[in-house]
C-alpha cells in the first residue's frame, strides 16, 4: 500500500486547511487510517483516526473541535479538514494506515501501530 499526502501549505492563525491522503496498490478490506504530526524538535504525535466505515473517528485533545477526519467517496481517499488552525498546529503532517478487526471497535493512537506511512506535507500557521 502506497500513501499520499497532499495539501499543506502556509496559512495565517485562524485559517483552514484541507490534507489529502491518498491510497493505492493493495487494498485493505477493512482498514484504519491516522493522521500524525511532527513539529520540529518535536516527537511525531497521533492527530486523529478514522475506520473504513467512515463512522468511528477520534482526536487527540489538542484539535478536538477544529479538525475533522471523515474518508472521500472512494475508500482510497481520506481528508483532514483543518479550521481555526493555531501557530502550534506547524508541523508536518502523515497519514498512516493499518489493517483493522472488522468487530473490533478499538482505536490506534501510537506510531508503531500504523504499517504503512506516507510522504510528509509541510503545514505553517503564521500569527
Known amino acids: 500500500v502506497q500513501l499520499q499526502a497532499c495539501g499543506g501549505g502556509l496559512v495565517q492563525s485562524g485559517g483552514s486547511l484541507r490534507l489529502s491522503c491518498a491510497a493505492s496498490?493493495?487494498?485493505?478490506?477493512?482498514?484504519?487510517v491516522g493522521w500524525f504530526r511532527q513539529a520540529p524538535g518535536k516527537e511525531r504525535e497521533f492527530v486523529a483516526t478514522?475506520?473504513?466505515?467512515?463512522?468511528?473517528?477520534d482526536y487527540a485533545d489538542s484539535v478536538k473541535g477544529r479538525f475533522a477526519i471523515s474518508r472521500g467517496k472512494g475508500r482510497n481517499l481520506v481528508y483532514l479538514q483543518m479550521n481555526s488552525l493555531k501557530p502550534e498546529d506547524t508541523a508536518v503532517y502523515y497519514c498512516?494506515?493499518?489493517?483493522?478487526?472488522?468487530?473490533?471497535?478499538?482505536?490506534?493512537?501510537?506510531?508503531?501501530?500504523?504499517?504503512?506511512w506516507g510522504n510528509g506535507t509541510q503545514v505553517t500557521v503564521s500569527s
Open positions: 498512516a494506515l493499518k489493517s483493522a478487526d472488522y468487530y473490533s471497535a478499538r482505536h490506534y493512537y501510537r506510531n508503531s501501530d500504523y504499517v504503512y
Open positions: 496498490g493493495r487494498t485493505l478490506g477493512y482498514y484504519i
Open positions: 478514522i475506520r473504513w466505515s467512515g463512522i468511528n473517528t
